[in-house]
């Protein structure tokens, strides 16, 4: 979907957080926002919740500006899903932002 939208982005880039924790992200835009895409049968259990929200704060901690998620189920829905609809509007705004202070991630 972001592709067709011509919204440039990484795919599982390394994230090394100050925690020393790295982190793989399912999708970076501009070098400075995620998108996650969880599954309901892993995701949603109170430990792995705990865990995501972890990773979040630690994501932005390391200079992501904003984390979004998505249930799987929701993606294979595709565009016509509120929730899609609303996290590629998004997307579509961080893509037109000023990329020039994008976030340097190591490789």
């Known amino acids: ?3 067709v939208r011509g919204i440039p982005y990484k795919s599982n880039k390394k994230i090394r957080c100050a925690s020393k924790r ?4 399912d999708f970076l835009i501009a070098g400075k926002y995620v998108v996650e895409i969880d599954g309901r049968q892993y995701h949603n259990s109170p ?4 865990k995501d929200n972890l990773r979040t704060v630690e994501l932005k901690q390391s200079g992501i500006r904003e984390v979004l998620r998505l249930w799987n189920s929701d993606v ?3 565009e016509s899903h509120p929730e899609v609809r609303a996290v590629l509007k998004k997307c579509e705004q ?3 932002g000023d990329l020039a202070d994008a ?3 190591d490789c």
């Open 1 to 3: 979907m972001l592709e």
């Open 22 to 25: 790295v982190y793989f992200p």
């Open 47 to 50: 430990d792995q919740r705990r």
């Open 76 to 78: 294979t829905i595709g």
């Open 94 to 96: 961080w893509n037109r």
């Open 103 to 105: 976030l340097l991630v």
